[in-house]
């Protein structure tokens, strides 16, 4: 099988898949890039040698070769490219194609009623729903917005990202967690309004008023930073953080690794959220927002993690207080959502299932996977979802 993967920029979220594809079929894997990456991405640590990697060719740099190999290829993968003259020539000769979609509506699924943007989705989705294409929707509310708009019925199936596993026995995860006295919880992200990073301060004081023992690890930068570090500093709880600015992929996960908490604030806006992976991977009991992407195909709340309704602090503060107070029956949460990384929502395994999944699909047969990656995607509304995370219907 000759396998083609077209997005905007190869990055540290799309590697682990690309490598464990390579690793199944070596020059039969191709990952396409359709532009450069922007300099904020790089400047943030996001940036790769695209030159030495093996499977990553440059559709700016060689567009005739890449433009065929897009054309012959058994199955093709697309991601965002900016370049949808380039997709519609795959899409329209009815040989096997996938997509790969965050949420169309992030702002609100009203926005499903503008007839220019209904036009733009029938040229984009809506047109080939007959055609031999399947979704494959990162995060768990994508496939509401497409089931709205009539796209891809009947073949609309979980994905997200696949950040780099790491393993461990429970005994050596477990002693990487400070034993200091405290709980150490970590947040990470830019620190724009959407990530709501002033949540943290607020938890801060809360957790002060209760007494308890803590340090909150924040790292990232943006345009809030100077207002959440002065706000530290005038609450005094400067030594209860620790602000690390933009920090290369690894070294996040380092910092995860020697945490009790990951919280996770974002608003709906965040289309999967890959930290989330990484907090898991880590060990760490997630607390998250449920209006993240990658909440309801990550989190089994009360199992693996826990999650809060739509933007509601309060409700997030008190599922923190009460990991505070009864620490000791919930820190299993933390490994319970490392194994669900570990053996499930990872590259390796995603990468068979895709290639097991695509086999079949141009054999014309559509065989999902019972559970986590290529499972079938429910169709919730996104009103529903926390309620349905709470009934465990997700």
Known sequence: ?????????????????????????????????????????????????????????????????????????????????????IVEPRLLSGKTT???????????????????????????????????????CAGAYAASDFHLIGAYPDKLFKWGYFTRLRTYTAETLAALKPRDGML????????????????????????????????????GDGELKPVICREVESSGLGQSFVFYGYTQPEGVRDVMEKCHIHLFTSNDLEGWGAVVNEGMNSGCVEVVNAQVGAAPYLIRHGVNGLVYPKDQYDKMEALVLDLFANWDNCKQMGYAAYTTIRDMWNAEHAAKALLRFADKLQQGV????????????????????????MDGEI
């Open 1 to 85: 099988m000759t396998f083609t993967f077209v997005s905007n920029y190869i990055n540290h979220h799309q590697m682990p898949l690309c490598e464990a594809l390579y690793g199944q079929l070596s020059e039969d894997f191709t990952f396409i890039q359709t532009m450069p990456m922007e300099k904020e991405r790089v400047d943030m640590g996001w940036g790769v040698k695209v030159e030495e990697i093996p499977y990553v060719e440059c559709l700016y740099e060689k567009e005739y070769d890449c433009l065929k190999k897009i054309m012959e290829s058994d199955v093709v993968l697309f991601g965002w490219t900016g370049r949808e003259d």
């Open 184 to 219: 150490h919880i970590v947040w990470a992200g830019r620190f724009i309004p959407l990530k709501h990073p002033e949540y943290v301060v607020r938890l801060a004081k809360a957790l002060r008023k209760k007494g308890y023992a803590f340090k909150i690890h924040m790292l």
């Open 98 to 136: 996938l997509r790969v979609s965050e949420r169309l509506y992030r702002e609100g699924q009203w926005k499903a009623v503008s007839p220019r943007g209904l036009l733009a989705k029938y040229k984009e989705h809506i047109r080939y729903r007959r055609q031999n294409v399947c979704m494959l």
């Open 366 to 389: 559509i065989e999902p996977e019972q559970a986590g990656p290529l499972s079938i995607a429910p169709v919730t509304a996104p009103g529903k979802m926390y309620q349905a995370m």
